[in-house]
Each structure stands twice: as C-alpha cells, then as structure tokens.
C-alpha cells in the first residue's frame, strides 16, 4: 500500500521553519488515515495513546538527557527521538506529536510548571473576573516549538506511518485553568460553571479560537491528523457537557483546514473520555473519527454512528456551521477502546482481550451496513508500568487476528 | 400520607439487640418507599448520598466527641445521632444509615483503618493465591454493631421517614481488598482480574454471600430499603463490568429477602457510578431502583428501563435466579442525579438546577407510559466544603417544584 506524495511543507506565513522547503518522503502505510475515513483497509490499524512515555526505557534515557519532561517538549530534537522510539520497537500505524497538552494555556501567560510527582501546575489560577479578562488567544509565535517538533518529526518519519498532532479540548484546557493542577472533584471550575457561566462562556471561547489556530498551525506544518482530547468532559453533567464542552469543541472544529499542505485530507478525531452516554450528541460533531473509552460497547457505539444524520443537524453547533465545508464532515469511525490495565495480564491474556475488542465490533463492513472504520486504541494513555515486550504482543494480534478477520 | 404500622422488629435470632420487642411508630412519610416502587406520589422524594456528613457542623462536633470516624460508626448512639443530624434541618424523605462501606471486609479480618486525610487502609491487601484462599463469609456477630445502629436509628426515627440500609457491592468491596487502599487506576484489581481471573471469581463469590447476609441481617434489624453501591463498577471495561461486577450485585439481589419484619416490600437500589452505558443489561437486575450519576440523561434512561422486560432475559444472571422471588423483580423507579458540585453556586444556580433535573426526568407518570419512578438525589455523596443552606433551597425547590409539576 504504497500511497505517493508530492507537496512540500507550509507553515503559515509568519512562522519560520527550517523545514518548510523539506519534500516529504512518500507515504509508505496509510491504514490509519484510510481507516479515519471509513475505507477499507487490510488490517486494523493501531496506535497507542502515550505511545511514547516513561514504560519505555530509552524514553527515559532521553528524558535524563532534557532534564524535565517540558526539556522534551519545547526542543524539536528530543521531541523527535522520543516520538519515533515506539515506531522501533512495534510497527504502529501512526505516530503522535510528543508535546503536552497545557502548551496553550502556557502560552497564554499562566506559567506551567511540572513538580516531580505532582503533575502540572498553573502559577496563575483563572478563577475571577479579572483573570478570565485578561485572557487572550496567544501568539502563536509562542508556541513555534511546536510546530517546529511537527515538521522535524515528519522529516525524521520519512513517510514509515502519518504524523498526528493534537490540542486539549477547550473545556479540558479550561479545568486545568481555573483549577490550577489537576483535581479530584472540579470543585472551582465547576462552581465558577455554575455560578458564573458568563465568565465560563468567555473562556471556553478564547480557549476555542486558540485550539483551533493551534491544530491549523500543526496541520500547516505537517500535521496528517489532528486529535482533540475531551479529557475531562466526562466529569460534567448531562446537559452541561452539551454546552460548555462539546459546543467548543464543535467551534474548534469548524475552523479547523479540511486538507493539508499536500491536499490530503486531515481527519479528525475526538476522544471525551466517560462521553459513552453522549454518542448520539457527538455523532453530528463535523469530525471523522470518535474516540471511546473502554466502558462504550463497541457494537453499540458503531451502530449509533452509523445511523444516518438527520439534515440540517449539525445547526445546532452555530447557524454559520452548516455553510463550512466542516460541518459536511460526519464522524465514520472510531477508536478504541482497549483498557489499558489489560497489559499488565500475561501476553496470552493481552492478546485475548485484543481479540475481544475487535470481535466486538463486529466484522469489518458488515453487508447493509454503512462501512465504519475502526482504529485500535487503548481507553486512556499507557501506565508507565506496564511491561514493554506486552505491548509488542498487543500490537502483533490486532494486526494478526484483525487481517484474519477479513480472511487474509 | 399516614401509613399504618404494626409490627415488632426481629433481629436474626443468634443476634440479641436491645430493640428487638421494640414496636416501631406508624411511618408517617412513604413517599420515598412509594417512589422505589413506581407508585405514585404528590411530589418526587429527596435524601442524598453522604447527607449525614462532614459539611454539617453538628456532625463535626459529633465526631469530634467519638474521636474518629468509627469511632462514630461502631457506636449505636453516636450512629444514631449524625444519622438523624441532617433531618433535624431539612425535610429529607430517607435516612441512611450512618456506616461504611467498608465494614464487610473488616470484619473478614482484613484489618481496616483510617488514615487522617489519606482515606480507608486494609493492614493485608489479597492479592495472592493463599490470601485468597482464606477469605470467607464472616460471622455476622461481627457486624452487630450495624444491626444495632440499625435499630437504634428506627427507634430514634420514630417514624417519620423509612431507613435505608446499605453494603458495597461484591466489585466494589473488592477493589478495595485487593488494592489495600483507595486507588487512582485500579492497576492490582484489574491486574488480579485478567491474570487471575479464576481468583477474582473466587474472591466476589465470597464477597456477594457475605453482602447478601449483611443486607439480610440489616433489613431483620429494620431497614426498610437496601441500597447497593457498585461505587467502581464504572472503572471497568465493557464485558468485565457484567462478568465481575453486574452478575455478583445479581447473585446478592437474588438472596435479599423481599419484605421486613412487618410484611412490607424491602426495595432494592443499584448504584452504579458510571453504568450509564450498561442500563440496558441493569434493566435485568432483579431491584427496584436504579441509581445514576450526573451524566446520564435522565429522559432516556427512563425510557431504557420503560421498555418491556423480554421473557426469561433474568436468566443471564443464573439459571435457578428466575425461580426466585426475587428474580421477579424489575427497576421501575430511578434514583439521581444532580451533580453534588452545582451545590457550590447560588441558592438561585441550585433551584434552577433541581428544575433542570426534575424536567429532564420529563412528567411523571406520562399518558401511555409505563409509570416509573423517581427519587432525586445526588450522583455522588455530598462535597465536605458545601454550604449547608444551599442544601435547604435544594430540597424545598424539589419539593416545590416537583409538586407543582403535578399540578398540587
């Protein structure tokens, strides 16, 4: 599946990149962007959230060598090498972008910091009047590092699988804004939702139009993919979660290059971690690709995907939505939805949970069925515990049993 | 509402308890024990999760006195007298027992304690062959002090709204044991689950005859509703959770005796924090009631449980289950789901919120619907910083409003 390319990189204008005259290598592996897309493909394609993390050795070589994790993130070197270090050890279908997903928030003047063990930290809480005034979508100069990451890392991929870039979802970033760390009970954001939904209203917007001329950003400099994490959209209430979470990130979207530098068409997805019980809201979202937590059954889910749209749907995210050439994009295929505590079991039962997962979701393109495509993935990021060599087991029976499957 | 009573408690016999000739008083409020059985009512019934608790200053000095929280748990009086604390301020329809959910597997001996501000610890963690291997149904003698809180807090109630009794389910206790302490990602549990999961079946099955006991045992001391917290049933992945969590709260449903000492229905209450996906397999379960948390729209779950059981379909959870009483039984009321965090917001924020829950539960008992019930609660137990006056504009726009919505 040898799928050419000729186009060179273009970031937008007023950023420079030593990379923006760079021709990219032939794409050699484009399962993962045929599947984001409903077509049909040999094998289910896999990539791994935080392929690239602390379970992996020679991550952490790297990361001694930067100093910090941000070491790792601001400098397009290291970015580089700790990105493609799972592409060595496992023949993934895609790699992503290894950047952290409050760089925008960063960029917007709060001051993110990461205490060992704590995780991050904002030294500025959004939490008032003023603060949320004081908000502004950033430079994105600020955030050239970035984007410089993509570039190198797609230079350094030569064309081996697609490059996916990624943003925190509006409502994701703004938890972390207005609470300042992490949390256990989104005890601020949720009050300052509550009490003062205007000032909430605010953010999120700021937040959307920053989101999106981030991803545009990382699409313009190579991006093939882009990936809106809801990480936190779970945690809202029915009803909250329609309006201050996916409502933003349905703005994003609309903004958001339909194709690349090279024409191809981008596909998006959107993951909202615990957002099974809003499917049939998230199915007019103009993305490609859903992505679902390990408690959705995946018949379930690709059956309510499939139904057809009810016209003029997608209205309901901004009346200007319908006129976009986004808001003709439907989601055609999701991902998931492996629990990843699997691989800590035995490789046997790694790989019979896999089987499981895939015989959920029933056999690829189903007679009379609309075709949905099925991108492998784990529910939540890798822990950084799990053993390496199950993660090769993971990987070699999905793409085993997903191509015996289609009696290959 | 005056409903006639006339009855004398009778703990198991191998108990004695000091109330056991008492005669209790007529309860004057069934509204909440009408609501669990779909029955009709003036207006929708509120208590909530976690009502007798640490962000009412009473119960502060309460515990202050006992010296720790078992120290209020062990003790009938003490048990008593935070139980009743948060009917003293508001017109709650329930109580609950003032106990923990942790007293089932203390009373196996694995050694329970509590750490100031780090939560539950067990001094032996089973996460081995041989600590599996020695886990048995404990003597209830053990767990008296429950019973006797239990008939304590009746007397004390002197009827003027039905008690609710409680246990962890099967899963949840587990977790628990297994992980020796509260848990982030659950990675020993689950790992015990898929490398072992022979010792996992082992473990709930000892579990769920040790909950069915305790339940019986609490409603032969006077509770007259049970409620089963699967509190991490939603930590599971699709297929673990009916396998490991659904099929053990069954086995335990299946064992609860119908009615108490006076005759009267027990009803059954399932709460599954994030079971929105799986109601369709809850709607199996032999209770009456089924708790959800806050992100579940409550319009289609009401429709989801509306729906006609199919003839023999409680034969998943065992193939004698349906010959039970038991197994007769089916959900026809839902118990949720404010988020506790809307009580951070104004006392207006909070009425309009309750009136959001409430319409969304849509008219009760609409025309050529199946009548199905509803008590309002929280989707989790109430947060320790909430104002305790925010707690009163709650219950009285429930009521309230939930009255005026049937035209009273």
Redesign the interface.
């Known amino acids: 599946m040898l799928v050419h390319e000729a186009f060179s990189t273009r970031p937008a204008d007023r950023l420079s990149c030593d990379n923006r005259r760079m021709i990219p290598a032939p794409l050699q592996n484009d399962t993962f962007l045929r599947a984001c897309l409903g077509q049909s493909t040999n094998y289910t394609p896999v990539w791994l959230m935080r392929q690239a993390g602390r379970y992996l050795p020679e991550y952490r070589a790297t990361r001694a060598r930067a100093g910090s994790f941000m070491g790792l993130a601001t400098h397009a070197d290291y970015a580089t090498e700790v990105t493609l270090q799972p592409l060595e050890r496992y023949p993934l279908d895609a790699a992503i972008l290894f950047s952290d997903i409050l760089t925008v928030p960063d960029a917007m003047g709060l001051g993110l910091s990461f205490q060992e063990g704590e995780g991050p930290r904002f030294a500025q809480a959004v939490r008032d009047e003023a603060a949320v005034a004081r908000l502004a979508v950033p430079d994105m100069h600020k955030l050239r590092y970035v984007f410089d990451a993509v570039a190198s890392i797609r230079k350094a991929l030569a064309g081996r699988v697609p490059l996916i870039g990624f943003s925190g979802s509006p409502w994701t970033l703004a938890c972390y804004m207005v609470e300042g760390a992490g949390s256990s009970?989104?005890?601020h954001v949720?009050?300052l939702l509550?009490?003062r939904p205007d000032l909430m209203h605010r953010v999120l917007t700021v937040n959307a139009g920053a989101v999106a001329q981030y991803l545009n950003a990382q699409i313009d400099a190579g991006a093939q993919a882009v990936m809106v994490f809801d990480s936190w959209g779970?945690v809202?209430?029915?009803?909250?979660?329609q309006t201050f979470s996916l409502a933003y990130t349905a703005h994003v979207l609309a903004q958001l290059k339909r194709t690349g530098a090279d024409g191809r068409v981008v596909p998006r997805i959107v993951f909202t971690k615990?957002g099974?019980?809003?499917l049939e809201a998230m199915r007019e979202l103009p993305c490609d690709v859903l992505g679902l937590d390990?408690?959705?059954?995946?018949a379930?889910a690709s059956a309510i995907i499939s139904q057809a749209h009810t016209q003029g749907a997608v209205c309901v995210f901004g009346q200007n939505d319908a006129e976009t050439p986004a808001a003709r994009v439907r989601p055609v295929a999701l991902q998931g939805?492996?629990?990843p505590?699997?691989l800590?079991?035995?490789p046997q039962?790694v790989r019979a949970?896999a089987r499981?997962v895939l015989d959920?979701f029933g056999p690829p393109q189903a007679q009379g069925q609309p075709a949905i495509g099925h991108i492998f993935n784990l529910?939540h990021g890798i822990?950084q515990?799990t053993p390496p060599e199950h993660v090769a087991h993971l990987v070699d029976e999905v793409h085993r049993y997903s191509a015996a499957l289609r009696g290959r």
Chains 1, 2 share one sequence.
């Open positions: 009970d989104y005890r949720k009050t509550y009490a779970g809202l209430a029915d009803g909250a979660f615990g099974g019980p809003w390990w408690t959705m059954p995946l379930r939805n492996l629990d505590s699997v800590f079991a035995p039962a949970q499981a959920s529910g822990h515990l």
